[in-house]
């Protein structure tokens, strides 16, 4: 959430920012009812004053009493006045998107990220190579047709060799991720409303969720929403910061809108599995933290073995929470370009502001911390290693870092 201090003291950098970012919100008006509510709740104050006086005179001064009753009828409709008031500009206020950092690119869509460097080898084949649904089927590891009778499109199964990889890939990653100094949580993966609302899934990405009926309840679009709010309305301790927090959950999207040759096979489903990142720190080191959470990122990947590339944002694609994002996009063989598999972003005081998450520092201040939330690993890997890896055979090499876990080397289609 915006501070409300940037509409009455910055005006012009936020209709700048919105104007960027295509917020629909009339910052004049936004600033309008702010100073009308400003002003309602100084009468309301002079009012409940000058009663708290003349109520003293009530025993010996009928007139006094008079006055008290008039005063009564007026606070009561101007205290009503002023939460419409309030109740309008916290709407309007809801909507505005987080500030941009400087070097966020314009642009439209992802296809306007600018690229920072490239990293690996793009594998070359004598050969026509195969997608993830095709060797999937080949392989009998992935079942969408299966996915699709118990559930709907965009549901799927993992199977054999293809849930151990999947298994192996994200009890590695947490385990590296223990390594680099996070704490492991095992989250629910239904959230309130106040959680979506404070993470700025709501009411951003309204379209996205699956809601439970008759519950104040949604499914996780990720495990962002509950390690962030796991401290909503509390003031941490600025010396135990930061605070580093991995989970690994399934995560529910309504994928509205997918379709054509990128939502083949299972990169953009329903229901996929991830290992997120969440850090809590001071806002001097937010900077600093989203870089560290691309170098874990990029660790992963490295490890391996797939070859990607890092982007930066434009304005275009980043979600209204962001401040700044990274993407890393890595190459899939069989659709023959780089897709996203992780994205970081800095949400600065966005999230924390609107669920209430400060730190106390040494000296007694209290401000709200930033957020950091970045991707370690989907499920997106798994396809990339299953396209990179693959023989001419529709065999697939297992990177050398999973075999100890998978218990194999390579997937081979049956009867080999």
Same mark, same amino acid.
């Given at each position: 959430?915006?501070?409300?201090?940037? =509409? +009455?003291?910055?005006?012009?950098?936020?209709?700048?920012?919105?104007?960027?970012?295509?917020?629909?919100?009339?910052?004049?008006?936004?600033?309008?009812?702010?100073?009308?509510?400003?002003?309602?709740?100084?009468?309301?104050?002079?009012?409940?004053? /000058?009663?708290?006086?003349?109520?003293?005179?009530?025993?010996?001064?009928?007139?006094?009493? /008079?006055?008290?009753?008039?005063?009564?009828?007026?606070?009561?409709?101007?205290?009503?006045?002023?939460?419409? &008031?309030?109740?309008?500009?916290?709407?309007?206020?809801?909507?505005?998107?987080?500030?941009?950092?400087?070097?966020?690119?314009?642009?439209?869509?992802?296809?306007?990220?600018?690229?920072? +460097?490239?990293? @690996?080898?793009?594998?070359?084949?004598?050969?026509?190579?195969?997608?993830?649904?095709? &060797? @999937?089927?080949?392989?009998?590891?992935?079942?969408?047709?299966?996915?699709?009778?118990?559930?709907?499109?965009?549901?799927?199964?993992?199977?054999? !060799?293809?849930?151990?990889?999947?298994?192996? &890939?994200?009890?590695?990653?947490?385990?590296?991720?223990?390594? +680099? @100094?996070?704490?492991?949580?095992? %989250?629910?993966?239904?959230?309130?409303?106040?959680?979506?609302?404070?993470?700025?899934?709501?009411?951003?990405?309204?379209?996205?969720?699956?809601?439970?009926?008759?519950?104040?309840?949604?499914?996780?679009?990720?495990?962002?929403?509950?390690?962030?709010?796991?401290?909503?309305?509390?003031?941490?301790?600025?010396?135990?910061?930061?605070?580093?927090?991995?989970?690994?959950?399934?995560?529910?999207?309504?994928?509205? @809108?997918?379709?054509?040759?990128?939502? +083949?096979?299972?990169?953009?489903?329903?229901?996929? %599995?991830?290992?997120?990142?969440?850090?809590?720190? #001071?806002?001097?080191?937010?900077?600093?933290? #989203?870089? &560290?959470?691309?170098?874990?990122?990029?660790?992963?990947?490295?490890?391996?073995?797939?070859?990607?590339?890092?982007?930066? =944002?434009?304005?275009?694609?980043?979600?209204?929470?962001?401040?700044?994002?990274?993407?890393?996009?890595?190459? *899939?063989?069989?659709?023959?370009?780089?897709?996203?598999?992780?994205?970081?972003?800095?949400?600065?005081?966005?999230?924390?502001?609107?669920?209430?998450? !400060?730190?106390?520092?040494?000296?007694?201040?209290?401000?709200?911390?930033?957020?950091?939330?970045?991707?370690?690993?989907?499920?997106?890997?798994?396809?990339?290693?299953?396209?990179?890896?693959?023989?001419?055979?529709?065999?697939?090499?297992?990177?050398?870092?999973?075999?100890?876990?998978?218990? *194999?080397?390579?997937?081979?289609?049956?009867?080999?």
């Amino acid at each position: 959430m915006i501070d409300i201090k940037l =509409v +009455r003291e910055q005006l012009d950098l936020l209709k700048k920012n919105c104007a960027r970012r295509g917020c629909p919100v009339d910052l004049d008006q936004l600033a309008a009812d702010d100073a009308a509510w400003r002003v309602a709740v100084q009468k309301s104050e002079t009012m409940r004053a /000058e009663r708290n006086r003349l109520s003293k005179e009530c025993r010996d001064n009928p007139a006094a009493r /008079e006055q008290v009753k008039e005063l009564k009828v007026e606070m009561e409709k101007l205290e009503a006045e002023t939460a419409a &008031l309030a109740k309008k500009v916290e709407e309007q206020l809801n909507w505005l998107p987080n500030l941009l950092a400087d070097d966020v690119p314009d642009g439209k869509d992802a296809s306007d990220n600018a690229e920072l +460097r490239k990293e @690996g080898v793009i594998p070359e084949f004598s050969f026509k190579p195969r997608d993830h649904q095709e &060797l @999937g089927e080949l392989l009998d590891i992935i079942d969408t047709a299966r996915g699709a009778k118990v559930a709907q499109a965009g549901f799927y199964f993992w199977k054999g !060799k293809g849930a151990m990889l999947c298994q192996a &890939l994200f009890y590695w990653t947490q385990m590296e991720l223990v390594k +680099r @100094g996070f704490t492991l949580f095992m %989250s629910p993966c239904a959230a309130k409303g106040k959680t979506l609302f404070g993470t700025g899934y709501l009411p951003f990405f309204a379209d996205q969720t699956y809601n439970l009926a008759g519950e104040d309840l949604s499914l996780i679009g990720t495990s962002e929403q509950t390690l962030v709010g796991y401290h909503a309305d509390e003031t941490l301790d600025e010396t135990k910061l930061p605070l580093l927090y991995t989970a690994y959950t399934p995560c529910f999207r309504t994928e509205s @809108g997918s379709y054509g040759k990128a939502s +083949r096979g299972i990169f953009r489903v329903h229901q996929f %599995s991830k290992v997120e990142l969440i850090i809590f720190c #001071h806002p001097d080191d937010s900077p600093k933290y #989203h870089e &560290l959470c691309l170098e874990h990122e990029e660790h992963l990947l490295k490890e391996l073995g797939i070859p990607y590339h890092v982007v930066n =944002v434009c304005v275009g694609d980043m979600g209204a929470p962001g401040y700044k994002k990274y993407d890393i996009e890595a190459w *899939f063989a069989g659709f023959g370009d780089y897709r996203e598999v992780t994205s970081n972003t800095n949400l600065t005081d966005f999230q924390s502001r609107r669920l209430g998450i !400060k730190y106390k520092g040494k000296d007694g201040t209290r401000d709200f911390v930033h957020t950091i939330s970045a991707t370690a690993m989907t499920e997106r890997a798994a396809i990339a290693i299953i396209e990179n890896n693959q023989q001419a055979d529709g065999s697939v090499i297992i990177p050398e870092v999973l075999r100890p876990f998978t218990g *194999f080397e390579r997937i081979e289609p049956e009867g080999k």
